[in-house]
């Protein structure tokens, strides 16, 4: 489908049916992640793909922060962002500010960019004609999923990524509850 198209068909699906997800279509979505800016080319993002016996024990620690129905998806995968690489990045000569201080980054580029990867994995999705909804982890549940799956504490996880073949009875139609474009874009000033 072109560009448009998978923009304007994109959006969260709650209900899946078991059907796994292709090798090469993971493949592609996990290509098509990495391929998103990334300050000084830092590259702070990892992914954690979850499938089979791994989404119960996903499941287990992270499920409440989303709608049983979403628990079905044969896939999940897990963005993270880690600000010691960013940090790491930009104390390295070409970039030189050997202080690592945080407070330098007007905003923080490693959870923005690895924002802009899960969108690339939700367009990606969409062009495989998969659906997809993202969501996030409870604070209170972080590090009990850190302890399940083995994550270093130099990764964050910016909520996860339930994925397969959307199993909704029917399309939800936003169109009327999407705000007017004239109530959010500002030419000129506010």
């Given amino acids: ?36 800016p ?18 119960a024990k996903f499941w287990a620690v992270a499920g409440e922060a989303i709608a049983d129905t979403a628990q079905t998806a044969p896939l999940v ?39 802009m990867a899960a969108l690339l994995i939700l367009l990606t999705v969409t062009d495989e004609d998969l659906g997809a909804v993202y969501f996030g982890i409870i604070p209170e549940k972080v590090q009990p999923f850190r302890e399940t799956f083995g994550v270093p504490d130099s990764y964050e996880p910016i909520g996860a990524i339930a994925i397969g073949y959307n199993a909704e009875p029917r399309a939800r139609d936003l169109r009327s509850r ?4 004239d109530q959010l874009v500002h030419y000129g000033q506010w």
Wanted: aromatic share 12%.
């Fill in 178 to 181: 999407r705000k007017p474009l």
């Fill in 77 to 115: 995968i897990v963005p993270f962002s880690s600000k010691q690489v960013y940090l790491d990045r930009y104390a390295q000569p070409d970039k030189g500010w050997t202080d690592r201080a945080e407070a330098r980054w007007p905003v923080p580029f490693w959870h923005i960019d690895t924002g």
């Fill in 38 to 55: 990334s300050a000084g080319f830092s590259q702070g993002q990892a992914f954690l793909v979850l499938t089979g016996d791994d989404l």
């Fill in 1 to 36: 489908m072109d560009f448009q198209e998978v923009v304007q068909r994109r959006h969260m699906v709650r209900t899946f049916t078991s059907e796994p997800v292709p090798e090469d279509v993971l493949d592609r979505i996990l290509q098509n992640s990495v391929r998103g």
